[in-house]
């Protein structure tokens, strides 16, 4: 009986908890369908009196939606595959070669995780202009491929990996590069997976360092556009909430696709008893 009690009670503090985290997200999702009138008119709704899509229509023709789209996703996407490949690669590195100066190595790039990002981006800007990189989308891919995180995450991951399965292949004549890419990386699927997701969310959310390299408004992401939207001296905010919307799009899709396969994993497969 205290049993089901206690579990009826969690019920209700968890069902409370989700209605707190709802209601916001569902008045700034149907506000966006609200005429702009409508937004700040009182007694307040939650539900529109005069459904609209005009907002969205305005956002995606107004601003260059397609284009905007188009240089954000192709930065996600980019970074995100070089950032698991080249943090996998590092991982693997780290957790399965013994030389002192990897250990090193491996703790100078934890350190990095303890300055703030404002500290490191006046010498990155310097480097990115240096190179040539800057008012280009290279300069916001290149200083993100490599992510103290990821590699953490995947050395971590390839340490509980049998040396036996390693060895084993060596055994067969198996090269090191085939066995990373045929063997440790389908391995480490679920940690690719949950890494690709969080840097497909870093890269698309992005704002402060495309617009410290960016400069040209042809070559601007889609968080640097929704500023664009928010004028000097009134704000349009039926466009405003209809267009972040619009962003969030491709990030409730990644979610949706990928969220079962986050927690799965196999790491005995391939070895026998």
């Known amino acids: 009986m205290k049993q089901r009690g206690y579990a009826l009670l969690m019920t209700a503090v968890l069902l409370a908890v989700l209605v707190a985290y709802a209601i916001p997200v569902l008045w700034f999702l149907l506000s966006s369908f609200k005429p702009g ?28 939606f ?42 100078c790039i934890l350190a990095t995780t303890m300055l703030p990002t ?39 991951y390839f340490r509980t990996v049998p040396d036996e399965l390693l060895e084993a292949a060596r055994i067969d004549g ?29 890269r698309w959310n992005d704002y402060i360092w495309p617009l410290i390299v960016l400069n040209d408004p042809n070559r601007y992401t889609l968080q640097l556009a929704l500023r664009s939207i928010v004028g000097a001296d009134n704000i349009d905010w039926s466009v405003l909430l209809s267009a972040s919307v619009i962003s969030l799009i491709p990030m409730v899709v990644l979610f949706v696709v990928f969220q079962r396969q986050v927690l799965s994993a196999d790491l005995n497969s391939g070895l026998k008893d």
């Open 37 to 64: 009138s409508e937004l700040f008119s009182l007694p307040l709704t939650l539900l529109p009196q005069d459904w609209t899509i005009s907002g969205y229509v305005t956002a995606w023709t107004r601003f260059d």
């Open 66 to 107: 397609w284009r905007y789209f188009g240089n954000t996703g192709l930065v996600a996407v980019l970074t995100t595959l070089l950032t698991v490949l080249v943090s996998a690669m590092t991982g693997y590195a780290l957790a399965k070669y013994r030389h002192w100066w990897l250990r090193v190595f491996f703790i």
């Open 118 to 156: 404002e500290v490191i981006m006046p010498s990155t800007f310097a480097v990115i202009r240096e190179l040539g990189l800057y008012d280009s989308l290279a300069g916001i891919i290149v200083p993100s491929i490599l992510t103290a995180t990821g590699v953490f995450m995947f050395r971590q």
């Open 174 to 202: 198996v090269g090191e590069i085939r066995t990373f890419f045929s063997i440790m990386l389908p391995l480490a699927k679920p940690i690719a997976i949950t890494l690709a997701i969080f840097s497909f969310q870093w």
